[in-house]
């Protein structure tokens, strides 16, 4: 037969013919258009031959009306190969489970390995890895890849300037830089306290040295607050002032806020797709419906596959389409106003310090222009404004001028 691979996939049965009248038999065969090949005298009354499964019909037609015996007694290829394996069915699946549940232990978390971190930070990122499922027993496939890890843990856990993230078979490798926030230098020097900008005194709360202003006092930048000064001309003391003045500030800032705009939202419909990636082919496994969304949103995760801890050409893609919609917002002029405001309160009180209030504040200018309502706002704010200052030769001879002025007069 030409085509080997064909015979291969169709059958090939091997028949003896035993009897008078065998010739007749093949010749029989040959007219019926039956391709037979591997054609052997074994004896007298003996011949075998080779044809193709699909054709055993014919031959059983054939052999009602042959007086002497045929037999099938060997079969080839695949329908036989299956027959076979079919028969040993129970090996075969005990096999194929032993490799898939190798496959999935494989890719399952036995560890958690972090390092250079200080047991308080070990401890709070453990808690923060639990929120997110990775913990051991969890399948790798499930989890976020590591850029995604990284960055979550970045943004939630206070202290970590860096984190490296790596996945190695089973386990995941953290390794972790925290932050060395430098220690507060204590003021061993003397100093003065005074104002980091202009205010109008509000409140004074003096722990070391002298007060040198007073309560609704306007002062400039850089006006001495507390002196570091202290006792007479003959007895002068040097110290470390301390205290807190609280002074009245002002800030001036601008926002727009458009009165109609155009974004777009997720509905909460979604088609998620699972498939097995080898180089650049993309095998489908589950979720084969497609969407049908006017605008959607895709997010593709995509996970390499390990076996006892190496990693396979095969990964898992978890392809997932969210369903979104345009939407328009509009604002009347008021309601642009009134988040205006807001957007800059949010905005001020960013660059302020923690402990600062905003006290009041007034609008000084409204426009509307181009669809955008743009407002100019004055704040009041009340915030410490002392600031240390080391004491030099200087104010030293400024002092005692003062007080032989006040002295003189």
């Not at 007086?67 to 069915?89: H, T």
């Not at 001020?348 to 669809?371: S, Y």
């Amino acid at each position: 037969m030409n085509n080997q691979w064909l015979a291969f996939f169709q059958g090939v049965i091997f028949v003896k013919l035993q009897g008078k009248g065998a010739e007749r038999f093949i010749n029989r065969l040959t007219r019926s258009r039956v391709p037979i090949w591997h054609v052997t005298r074994q004896e007298e009354q003996v011949i075998t031959f080779s044809c193709s499964l699909r054709h055993i019909h014919k031959i059983r037609k054939a052999a009602r009306t042959f007086d002497g015996e045929v037999y099938f007694y060997r079969g080839e290829g695949f329908p036989f190969l299956m027959k076979r394996l079919l028969k040993s069915s129970g090996f075969i699946v005990g096999v194929c489970a032993f490799f898939i549940i190798i496959l999935l232990l494989s890719n399952v978390v036995w560890r958690i390995d972090i390092g250079g971190a200080s047991p308080q930070m070990e401890h709070e990122i453990r808690k923060e890895l639990a929120s997110m499922g990775i913990k051991k027993g969890k399948f790798i496939l499930g989890l976020d890849d590591p850029e995604t890890v990284q960055q979550k843990l970045l943004d939630r856990v206070e202290g970590l300037t860096w984190i490296g993230v790596e996945v190695k078979g089973s386990t995941f490798h953290f390794r972790v830089v925290e932050k060395n926030e430098p220690k507060k230098k204590e003021q061993k020097g003397p100093r003065h306290l005074v104002a980091s900008k202009e205010a109008v005194i509000v409140k004074l709360f003096v722990k070391k040295g002298q007060a040198a202003v007073k309560r609704d006092q306007f002062v400039h930048k850089g006006q001495l607050l507390v002196s570091g000064l202290i006792g007479t001309e003959e007895k002068q003391k040097e110290v470390a002032a301390d205290g807190e003045v609280l002074g009245e500030t002002w800030y001036k800032t601008t926002v727009e806020m458009p009165i109609a705009t155009e974004f777009h939202v997720l509905t909460g419909r979604h088609v998620t797709k699972h498939m097995l990636e080898v180089k650049t082919f993309r095998l489908p496994i589950w979720g084969f419906k497609n969407h049908s969304f006017a605008n959607h949103k895709k997010d593709e995760q995509i996970h390499s596959v390990s076996f006892l801890g190496m990693k396979l050409p095969i990964s898992y893609v978890e392809t997932t389409y969210y369903e979104s919609k345009q939407t328009n917002r509009s604002y009347t002029e008021k309601e642009a106003e009134l988040h205006a405001l807001e957007a800059a309160r949010k905005d001020l009180r960013a660059k302020l310090p923690e402990e600062a209030e905003i006290r009041g504040e007034k609008v000084l200018q409204r426009q509307l222009t181009n669809g955008k309502v743009k407002l100019t706002i004055h704040f009041q704010v009340l915030e410490n404004i002392a600031i240390g200052k080391p004491i030099t030769q200087g104010d030293k001879e400024d002092a005692r001028r003062k007080k032989h002025n006040e002295y003189s007069t």
